[in-house]
């Protein structure tokens, strides 16, 4: 039996950077005042198709939807967004305290194309911030993920930076937008043809290369804005500059998604083959309104936690594994079971230890020792036992010291612990 396809299994002698970044992300989550939210995989089709938008590549083409036994439909999460303004307005959160930040850790599943970096079950951390219109929350989002970038050894990745406008300014661009549309439908592929009246921001995002090429001088979002919006990216820009966040502002970028509103952003990398995002986000002031709940400013983050993975391997950014302490070498049934009640109380006690329990020789216990990059090994044997005198050697020095059996848990501790 495989693993479907764009499905994958994440082995233990991979999990190291997985590990270093999530503790990396955790620490300035709390650092930053994020609350950790755990929200569920399964959800009712309509939230994923109403938030991200029935015209999206998403909605049409890349969700896992299926019909449960009773006939409800039901999507796994291509995303977190959703859920999250989801158990916002359900659980009434606003009602006790508007502002609300919080942070998700988990896997999406999106039915796409598999490559390097790109899979059909991936792993997002996603941060929401709720309640702020403000833009200093814009800028305090891609300084975070510039934080974490850093903190992690990855100083070539560039943020990408544009506004989408609001509801104010919206309707204006998209009538310049399809007036420059209409002057283009030849070179347009079907599915652009399609998105034309529905959803005609979408067609910016189109990879058809005929596409993109006839839409390289289409009207921007950015030469539309109203002077609301346009303050707003201007703080958002100075704050950045303030902080010596680099940026590019972006005038081409519109993210895959309909919720956006004003900010949007992205995290690029080189790293991963052609140009690709280890990070996306932006604004969504009326998407908790547009779910039912009050009118709710908001704006979110999700990282491409493999791909985030990917671009660390890459530059050999992979941590060092992990030693053992101390290797208990046990030989016969008397040894091996005070072996196991040493190791067991060295473990609780904080001391990483352990012992084969196989009944092997010498020689390969010796192995097995070097194999688990055990900084000390205790020897016990049928002779040390009868002479009370185990031995404790130091794989690195080669220095070997007696130690008498009751003393094996305190001395051990006091000499190994680090
Ligand atoms: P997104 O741009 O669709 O945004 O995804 C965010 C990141 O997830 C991407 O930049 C990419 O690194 C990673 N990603 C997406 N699809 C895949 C895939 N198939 N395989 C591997 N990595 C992938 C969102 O999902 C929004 N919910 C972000 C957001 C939060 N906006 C506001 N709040």
Same mark, same amino acid.
């Given at each position: 039996? @495989?693993?479907?396809?764009?499905?994958?299994?994440?082995? =233990?002698?991979?999990?190291?950077?997985?590990?270093?970044?999530?503790?990396?992300?955790?620490?300035?989550?709390?650092?930053?005042?994020?609350?950790?939210?755990?929200?569920?995989?399964?959800?009712?089709?309509?939230?994923?198709?109403?938030? +991200?938008?029935?015209?999206?590549? +998403?909605?049409?083409?890349?969700?896992?939807?299926?019909?449960?036994?009773?006939? #409800?439909?039901?999507?796994?999460?291509?995303?977190?967004?959703?859920?999250?303004?989801?158990?916002?307005?359900?659980?009434?959160?606003?009602?006790?305290?508007?502002?609300?930040?919080?942070?998700?850790?988990?896997?999406?599943?999106?039915?796409?194309?598999?490559?390097?970096?790109?899979?059909?079950?991936?792993?997002?951390?996603?941060?929401?911030?709720?309640?702020?219109?403000?833009?200093?929350?814009?800028?305090?989002?891609?300084?975070?993920?510039?934080?974490?970038?850093?903190?992690?050894?990855?100083?070539?990745?560039?943020?990408?930076?544009?506004?989408?406008?609001?509801?104010?300014?919206?309707?204006?661009?998209?009538? $310049?937008?399809?007036?420059?549309?209409?002057?283009?439908?030849?070179?347009?592929?079907?599915?652009?043809?399609?998105?034309?009246?529905?959803?005609?921001?979408?067609?910016? #995002?189109?990879?058809?290369?005929?596409?993109?090429?006839?839409?390289?001088?289409? =009207?921007?979002?950015?030469?539309?804005?109203?002077?609301?919006?346009?303050?707003?990216?201007?703080?958002?820009?100075?704050?950045?500059?303030?902080?010596?966040?680099?940026?590019?502002?972006?005038?081409?970028?519109?993210?895959?998604?309909?919720?956006?509103?004003?900010?949007?952003?992205?995290?690029?990398?080189?790293?991963?083959? $052609?140009?690709?995002?280890?990070?996306?986000?932006?604004?969504?002031?009326?998407?908790?309104?547009?779910?039912?709940?009050?009118?709710?400013?908001?704006?979110?983050?999700?990282?491409?936690?493999?791909?985030?993975?990917?671009?660390?391997? $890459?530059?050999?950014?992979?941590?060092?594994?992990?030693?053992?302490?101390?290797?208990?070498?046990?030989?016969?049934?008397? $040894?091996?079971?005070?072996?196991? +009640?040493?190791?067991?109380?060295?473990?609780?006690?904080?001391?990483?230890?352990?012992?084969?329990?196989?009944?092997?020789?010498?020689?390969?216990?010796?192995?097995?020792?070097?194999?688990?990059?055990?900084?000390?090994?205790?020897?016990?044997?049928? #002779?040390?036992?009868?002479?009370?005198?185990?031995?404790?050697?130091?794989?690195?020095?080669?220095? @070997?010291?007696?130690? @008498?059996?009751?003393?094996?848990?305190?001395?051990?501790?006091?000499?190994?612990?680090?």
């Amino acid at each position: 039996m @495989q693993t479907i396809r764009g499905f994958r299994d994440i082995l =233990p002698e991979n999990i190291a950077l997985w590990q270093k970044v999530e503790k990396e992300a955790t620490r300035l989550f709390k650092q930053f005042g994020y609350e950790e939210i755990r929200i569920p995989i399964l959800e009712k089709t309509e939230l994923f198709a109403r938030s +991200i938008g029935e015209v999206t590549d +998403i909605v049409e083409k890349e969700m896992y939807t299926f019909a449960d036994r009773k006939g #409800d439909k039901l999507t796994l999460r291509p995303e977190a967004t959703a859920s999250i303004v989801r158990s916002y307005i359900q659980h009434k959160m606003y009602a006790a305290e508007p502002v609300r930040k919080f942070y998700t850790i988990g896997p999406m599943f999106r039915r796409e194309r598999p490559q390097k970096g790109r899979y059909r079950q991936f792993y997002q951390i996603d941060a929401e911030v709720f309640g702020v219109e403000s833009a200093y929350v814009d800028a305090e989002l891609v300084f975070i993920l510039n934080e974490l970038f850093t903190a992690l050894g990855l100083s070539d990745l560039k943020a990408h930076i544009n506004s989408l406008g609001c509801a104010e300014c919206r309707p204006s661009y998209q009538k $310049a937008l399809l007036d420059f549309i209409s002057t283009k439908t030849e070179h347009l592929c079907e599915n652009c043809l399609r998105r034309m009246d529905k959803n005609p921001l979408r067609i910016l #995002d189109c990879k058809v290369e005929s596409c993109a090429n006839a839409l390289t001088d289409a =009207p921007a979002t950015l030469d539309h804005l109203c002077s609301a919006c346009d303050d707003h990216f201007n703080t958002v820009k100075r704050a950045l500059e303030q902080q010596n966040v680099a940026f590019t502002v972006d005038k081409s970028l519109v993210r895959g998604l309909d919720y956006y509103t004003r900010t949007a952003f992205e995290i690029l990398t080189t790293n991963l083959g $052609a140009q690709s995002a280890v990070a996306g986000g932006g604004r969504y002031d009326r998407l908790t309104e547009e779910l039912g709940g009050p009118p709710t400013p908001a704006i979110g983050f999700a990282i491409g936690y493999d791909r985030l993975v990917e671009v660390m391997e $890459a530059l050999d950014n992979v941590p060092t594994p992990d030693v053992l302490d101390l290797f208990i070498l046990t030989l016969g049934d008397d $040894a091996t079971h005070k072996g196991y +009640i040493w190791a067991s109380e060295l473990n609780r006690m904080g001391l990483r230890c352990e012992v084969d329990y196989r009944g092997k020789s010498m020689k390969a216990l010796m192995k097995r020792a070097n194999k688990l990059n055990a900084r000390h090994v205790l020897i016990v044997g049928e #002779d040390e036992l009868a002479k009370n005198a185990l031995i404790l050697r130091n794989m690195t020095t080669k220095e @070997q010291t007696d130690i @008498q059996v009751d003393q094996v848990v305190d001395t051990c501790l006091a000499r190994l612990k680090p």
